[in-house]
């Protein structure tokens, strides 16, 4: 039988020729020429200040906390159902998160119950673009100017999406970006931080490479410069071979999005009469990146025994994403029972550009029969 996998990075023929010609330029790691290329097609393509490569989206979120300014205690609101790494960044600079519950129809964080949860510690707010699916930035960035914080978008899986015709990445004065291998660009491992200003930029540019300036740059320099430290910084630099692995990618972004797009619309037709899941809600003013396709099973599901099911006739499913309160590392006190509730009932099935029509509806009627074997009766 087919195999039909959750995901799938879709990296062929040409990423391999520019990983060769970065193994005969001599130069394989960070901020060399091919970083500084990705860097001005990122400034170029999302209109920004500045755009700093990094190895992840966790170090551009932790880059983000750091040049912000968040320090010890400080409070920071951060959207509950997500890939917990919002919370995690917040925790490496000694500060504390603050988990706000998300809207039942999108995942995405509830502008309300930010606002409800702003404090004297409050310095800012981190929103998630659920799983491809731009957050409601007009509310948010209006809060945040009334109490005076900062936004931090988390674009991790939405390269791609836009919000009220602007693209996902400028939602906010800043902005954190993954290119793991699970997302809709990919170099493998990677990331990068966008930012309105280009102070913040320069900040987390120079902390990304130990405190000190590019090391390509300063080999290119006639004389005996000796570069001097000034700053506790981090190796959080992206090599030169994950950057001209992206910059092929970031030109294939929207072939590739059409391709989940057209997987997302044809789901969504075949599934919209099934009574025993939801759907994506995809509000009109903005568009999905489709990096996960996740669906609500009703309550009588057992999904457990569905995901079982699909992955016995080697369909691929998952849980999706994490209600993160109640990590065991986290344990909040206080509760997002909306984020638990989808934490609990969604699944993942499969997602990627590679996908073919016959799979989709393989996926489905598959599907379709299990949820009836593992759905209680009333
Ligand atoms: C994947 C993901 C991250 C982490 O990205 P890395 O590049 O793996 O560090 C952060 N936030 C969200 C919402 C994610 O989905």
């Known amino acids: 039988m087919d195999r039909i996998p959750l995901v799938h990075a879709s990296l062929g023929e040409k990423e391999l020729a520019a990983v060769a010609e970065v193994f005969s330029s001599g130069w394989p790691a960070g901020q060399g020429p091919q970083g500084k290329a990705l860097e001005a097609q990122l400034v170029e393509r999302y209109g920004v200040g500045d755009a700093v490569s990094l190895s992840n989206c966790g170090a551009a979120l932790h880059l983000a906390m750091l040049a912000l300014g968040v320090e010890p205690g400080d409070e920071v609101i951060v959207a509950d159902y997500t890939f917990p790494a919002p919370a995690h960044a ?6 504390v998160p603050v988990f706000a519950d998300v809207r039942a129809d999108t995942g995405t964080v509830d ?58 990445g400028t939602l906010a004065p800043v902005a954190c970006l993954s290119f793991h291998g699970r997302k809709g660009a990919s170099s493998g491992e990677g990331g990068a931080l966008l930012s309105a200003d280009p102070v913040i930029g320069q900040d987390a540019r120079l902390r990304s490479s130990f405190g000190i300036g590019s090391i390509f740059d300063q080999s ?37 999005l059409v ?37 609500t099973l009703d309550p009588r599901v057992d ?3 569905l995901a079982a099911a699909l992955r016995a006739q080697d369909i691929g499913c998952g849980h999706g994403t994490w209600a993160t309160h109640v990590q065991p590392v ?49």
């Open 90 to 95: 917040v925790r490496y600079v000694d500060a």
């Open 111 to 168: 502008p309300q119950a930010v606002e409800s949860l702003i404090g004297p510690r409050t310095v800012g707010i981190i929103a998630v673009d659920t799983v491809g699916l731009p957050a409601d930035y007009a509310e948010l960035n209006a809060i945040a100017d009334r109490h005076g914080l900062f936004v931090v978008e988390d674009a991790a899986c939405s390269v791609g999406a836009t919000y009220q015709g602007r693209q996902a």
């Open 220 to 256: 290119q320099v006639v004389g005996l410069p000796i570069p001097e430290f000034t700053d506790i910084g981090y190796n959080y630099k992206m090599s030169d071979i994950a950057a001209a692995i992206l910059r092929v990618q970031m030109g294939r972004i929207d072939e590739l």
């Open 259 to 295: 391709r989940r797009s057209a997987i997302a619309a044809q789901y969504g037709e075949l599934l919209a009469d099934e009574d025993l899941l939801t759907v994506p809600h995809v509000p009109e003013d903005r568009t999905h990146a489709w990096q996960s396709y996740m669906v």
């Open 303 to 305: 999904r457990a025994g």
């Open 330 to 378: 986290y344990q909040s006190k206080r509760k997002c029972p909306v984020s638990a509730d989808l934490f609990a009932r969604n699944l993942a099935i499969p997602m990627h550009a590679e996908l073919t029509e016959a799979q989709v509806e393989r996926v489905v009627s598959v599907l379709r029969t299990e949820l009836r074997t593992h759905a209680r009766s009333r």
